[in-house]
């Protein structure tokens, strides 16, 4: 389990392979989530300060146009 503290993308914003969407703290470290390819984001599941589980969706990205 860990919390989101910072977003650092928004919906609708194209982001490259590699590119950080958001820091995640967990067992007092913090750890930047970047986008596995690139893509669109089409959603945000999350927001800042919430608590998220191990597997829990954060984000969805769309293919590239």
Known sequence: ????????????ERVEAD??????EAMKM???????AAGKVTA???REGQA???GAKLASLSAPE
């Open 1 to 12: 389990p860990g919390v989101v503290v910072k977003l650092l993308v928004k919906e609708g």
């Open 19 to 24: 590119q950080p969407l958001l820091i995640l």
């Open 30 to 36: 913090q750890n930047e989530i970047a986008a596995p």
């Open 44 to 46: 945000l599941h999350v």
């Open 52 to 54: 998220v589980a191990s």
